[in-house]
């Protein structure tokens, strides 16, 4: 079952053995319950890329004809694991997405820094640093890095289509960070099965930095429920991939 922020700060409250309470703000002791339950969950969501935080998702626009290769994450992305782009044939209507695979940014200088600058369809866009990068202006995106982890840089763009790439014509797969609302009814952004290990959680070290003494079953609890969670993380199938070496059967 799912609980609301309320629900939880009263079942740690309970298990404090302190004062019951009708919201989250009633006492200074329901505050600081609540602000530790926000410490825990976001301890959990960083622990792990959860299943349910995968999105589909576009990236930013840029939208400076200077940097035309370039796109901007949004500020609540984690982690991103596949980048699409639209493109179009020559001589065709025909919608295309094309998969941008990532390089690492030493991959991509490399990469890139093997072209002709004299030629017709390179083009040198100045990275936020001053570094010169040789782009391609003809062709839809095949490859992508990050050098600050904010910016997407793309190996080129196709000026026939476009004077900036768009991050409307982009497709991505993509963990992104839950948001926190200190209220009596809000509900924290886990699975149903995750709830256990955060009201163990939060007990424990509501008890250590509130109580100064340590919650031995309640510590036992929130360890027993963080190794059930590691292995147990997919709702869904299409979970963790291993490797078969050529064995049959399922694992």
Same mark, same amino acid.
């Given at each position: 079952?799912?609980?609301?922020?309320?629900?939880?700060?009263?079942?740690?409250?309970?298990?404090? %053995? #302190? =004062?019951?309470?009708?919201?989250? =703000?009633?006492?200074?002791?329901? *505050?600081?319950?609540?602000?530790?339950?926000?410490?825990?969950?976001?301890?959990?969501?960083?622990? @792990? *890329?959860?299943?349910?935080? @995968?999105?589909?998702?576009?990236?930013?626009?840029?939208?400076?004809? +200077?940097?035309?290769?370039?796109? &901007?994450?949004?500020?609540?992305? &984690?982690?991103?694991?596949?980048?699409?782009? !639209?493109?179009?044939? %020559?001589?065709?209507?025909?919608?295309?997405?094309? !998969?941008?695979?990532?390089?690492?940014?030493?991959?991509?200088? @490399?990469?890139?820094?093997?072209? *002709?600058?004299?030629?017709?369809?390179?083009?040198?866009?100045?990275?936020?640093?001053?570094?010169?990068?040789?782009?391609?202006?003809?062709?839809?995106?095949?490859?992508? +890095?990050?050098?600050?982890?904010?910016?997407?840089?793309?190996?080129?763009? *196709?000026?026939?289509?476009?004077? +900036?790439?768009?991050? #409307?014509? #982009?497709?991505?797969?993509?963990?992104?960070?839950?948001?926190?609302?200190? %209220?009596? !009814?809000?509900?924290?952004?886990?699975?149903?099965?995750?709830?256990?290990?955060?009201?163990?959680?939060?007990?424990? +070290?509501?008890?250590?930095?509130?109580?100064?003494?340590?919650?031995?079953? #309640? !510590?036992?609890?929130?360890?027993?429920?963080?190794?059930?969670?590691?292995?147990?993380?997919?709702?869904?199938?299409?979970?963790?991939?291993?490797?078969?070496?050529?064995?049959?059967?399922?694992?």
């Amino acid at each position: 079952m799912k609980l609301t922020l309320l629900q939880l700060v009263q079942r740690v409250l309970n298990d404090l %053995d #302190s =004062d019951e309470v009708n919201g989250i =703000d009633d006492t200074v002791e329901s *505050n600081q319950v609540a602000l530790t339950i926000q410490n825990c969950y976001f301890e959990m969501i960083s622990n @792990r *890329n959860w299943p349910h935080l @995968r999105k589909l998702i576009r990236l930013d626009n840029v939208g400076d004809v +200077t940097r035309p290769n370039y796109l &901007k994450a949004p500020e609540n992305l &984690k982690e991103m694991n596949f980048f699409k782009y !639209e493109k179009y044939k %020559d001589g065709s209507t025909r919608l295309d997405q094309q !998969e941008v695979r990532y390089k690492y940014p030493d991959e991509f200088l @490399r990469l890139i820094g093997g072209r *002709n600058p004299d030629a017709a369809n390179i083009q040198t866009v100045e990275d936020f640093s001053g570094t010169k990068l040789l782009i391609v202006n003809d062709m839809a995106p095949s490859y992508w +890095t990050s050098f600050d982890d904010t910016y997407i840089v793309t190996d080129s763009f *196709n000026l026939a289509v476009e004077t +900036t790439l768009q991050g #409307s014509k #982009s497709q991505c797969l993509a963990y992104i960070h839950p948001t926190w609302i200190h %209220d009596d !009814e809000f509900i924290p952004d886990l699975p149903v099965e995750a709830f256990s290990a955060l009201l163990a959680e939060s007990t424990s +070290t509501a008890s250590i930095n509130l109580k100064q003494m340590a919650n031995a079953k #309640s !510590e036992q609890k929130s360890a027993r429920q963080q190794r059930w969670l590691a292995r147990k993380a997919w709702r869904t199938e299409g979970g963790v991939r291993y490797p078969d070496f050529g064995r049959r059967g399922r694992r």
